[in-house]
C-alpha cells in the first residue's frame, strides 16, 4: 500500500501563524470598538457644549429679540432709541433683588450709569448710548437728564418674540448665531399639557465680536431659514421655555410659555 507522507511542518506552520494573526484581530477589533466609544463620547459632549451654549446665547439674546429691533449691519447704523431699550430690558430680566433700586410715584428707578453699563456689556464701545426716553409697545422708561435716571412703569408687556438659536458658527474673533424668532402670543399646548413652542416667523443672522470678557453684539441682519437639519439638530429651548415673565424680583419658577414681562414688580 502507497502511504502519503502528510507535510506536518506546514501544518505546524500555519499553526504557529494562527495564533497571532488572531490576537492580532482581536486588538484591532478592540481598538476599533474603542475608537468608536471615544468618538461617541466626544460627539455627546460636544452636543452638551453646544446645548450649553445655545441656552447661553438665548438668555443674552431675550432682551434683544423681544421687541422686534430693526435690522443693522453694524451698530452705527442702529436705532440708538432700540439699543437703549434692549439694555433696560436686560437689567429687567436680570436676577434683581427687591431692594437694589428705589422706587418713586412712576415706579422703579434705574440709574443712567446701569444702563449703560449694561449698554456696554451687549453692545461693547463702538458707539456711545444715547440716553432719552424710550417709547415702547404699551409703555415708556422716561429718562430725566436731570436726576440721570430712568423710571420703569408698572406695565405688563407680551414680549413680540422670544429667540431659538439653531446653529452657531465660529469666524475667527467673530461667532455668527442663526435665530428663530418666535412669536410670543403662537404658543400651544400638547395633549399632556405642556407647552410647545410654534415654528419660528423668521429667522435672523447675529453676529457676536469676541473680547478679553466674553462678546457683544455687533450686527442684526435679515437671512433666510435654515436647512431642516439644522434646525433640527439645534437645541430646542428657548428662553423663554426655561425662565419666567420679566420681573424686578428673582426668578424662582418657569414659565409654561412665552409670559407677559412686567416692566417692574407690583
Same mark, same amino acid.
Given at each position: 500500500?502507497?502511504?502519503?507522507?502528510?507535510?506536518?511542518? *506546514?501544518?505546524?506552520?500555519? &499553526?504557529?501563524?494562527?495564533?497571532?494573526?488572531?490576537?492580532?484581530?482581536?486588538?484591532?477589533? =478592540?481598538?476599533?470598538? +474603542?475608537?468608536?466609544?471615544?468618538?461617541? +463620547?466626544?460627539?455627546?459632549?460636544?452636543?452638551?457644549?453646544?446645548? @450649553?451654549?445655545? !441656552?447661553?446665547?438665548?438668555?443674552?439674546?431675550?432682551?434683544?429679540?423681544?421687541?422686534?429691533?430693526?435690522?443693522?449691519?453694524?451698530?452705527?447704523?442702529?436705532?440708538?432709541?432700540?439699543?437703549?431699550?434692549?439694555?433696560?430690558?436686560?437689567?429687567? &430680566?436680570?436676577?434683581?433683588?427687591?431692594?437694589?433700586?428705589?422706587?418713586?410715584? %412712576?415706579?422703579?428707578?434705574?440709574?443712567?450709569?446701569?444702563?449703560?453699563?449694561?449698554? @456696554?456689556?451687549?453692545?461693547?464701545?463702538?458707539?456711545?448710548?444715547? *440716553?432719552?426716553?424710550?417709547?415702547?409697545?404699551?409703555?415708556?422708561?422716561?429718562?430725566?437728564?436731570? &436726576?440721570?435716571?430712568?423710571? /420703569?412703569?408698572?406695565?405688563? =408687556? #407680551?414680549?413680540?418674540?422670544?429667540?431659538?438659536?439653531?446653529?452657531?458658527?465660529? &469666524?475667527? !474673533?467673530?461667532? /455668527?448665531?442663526?435665530?428663530?424668532?418666535?412669536?410670543? !402670543?403662537?404658543?400651544?399646548?400638547?395633549?399632556?399639557?405642556?407647552? #410647545?413652542?410654534?415654528?419660528?416667523?423668521?429667522?435672523?443672522?447675529?453676529? $457676536?465680536?469676541? @473680547?478679553?470678557?466674553?462678546?457683544?453684539?455687533?450686527? $442684526?441682519? %435679515?437671512?433666510?431659514?435654515?436647512?431642516?437639519?439644522?434646525?433640527?439638530?439645534?437645541?430646542?429651548?428657548?428662553?423663554?421655555?426655561?425662565?419666567?415673565?420679566?420681573?424686578? +424680583?428673582? #426668578?424662582?419658577?418657569?414659565?409654561?410659555?412665552?409670559?407677559?414681562?412686567?416692566?417692574?414688580?407690583?
Amino acid at each position: 500500500m502507497m502511504m502519503v507522507k502528510t507535510n506536518t511542518k *506546514h501544518k505546524k506552520g500555519a &499553526r504557529r501563524w494562527a495564533f497571532p494573526l488572531g490576537l492580532a484581530i482581536a486588538v484591532l477589533a =478592540v481598538i476599533g470598538a +474603542v475608537t468608536v466609544i471615544v468618538a461617541g +463620547v466626544t460627539a455627546i459632549r460636544q452636543a452638551v457644549e453646544n446645548s @450649553r451654549n445655545y !441656552d447661553e446665547y438665548n438668555t443674552l439674546l431675550t432682551p434683544v429679540v423681544m421687541n422686534d429691533p430693526d435690522a443693522f449691519d453694524d451698530l452705527t447704523q442702529a436705532d440708538p432709541e432700540q439699543l437703549i431699550d434692549i439694555s433696560i430690558w436686560s437689567i429687567l &430680566r436680570s436676577d434683581l433683588s427687591p431692594d437694589q433700586y428705589t422706587y418713586d410715584d %412712576n415706579g422703579m428707578v434705574i440709574p443712567e450709569a446701569d444702563v449703560t453699563a449694561e449698554f @456696554r456689556r451687549l453692545f461693547g464701545t463702538e458707539v456711545e448710548p444715547q *440716553h432719552a426716553t424710550v417709547e415702547g409697545y404699551g409703555y415708556t422708561f422716561a429718562y430725566d437728564a436731570t &436726576r440721570q435716571t430712568y423710571s /420703569i412703569p408698572l406695565t405688563g =408687556v #407680551v414680549p413680540t418674540y422670544t429667540p431659538r438659536v439653531v446653529n452657531a458658527e465660529e &469666524r475667527g !474673533d467673530t461667532i /455668527i448665531l442663526t435665530v428663530g424668532y418666535i412669536g410670543g !402670543d403662537q404658543w400651544a399646548q400638547d395633549a399632556e399639557g405642556n407647552m #410647545v413652542a410654534p415654528e419660528p416667523d423668521k429667522y435672523m443672522r447675529v453676529t $457676536l465680536r469676541v @473680547r478679553e470678557d466674553g462678546y457683544y453684539i455687533s450686527a $442684526l441682519q %435679515n437671512t433666510s431659514a435654515p436647512e431642516t437639519a439644522t434646525t433640527a439638530a439645534a437645541p430646542q429651548t428657548t428662553a423663554a421655555e426655561t425662565t419666567t415673565a420679566v420681573t424686578t +424680583v428673582p #426668578v424662582t419658577e418657569a414659565a409654561t410659555a412665552a409670559p407677559e414681562t412686567t416692566a417692574a414688580a407690583q
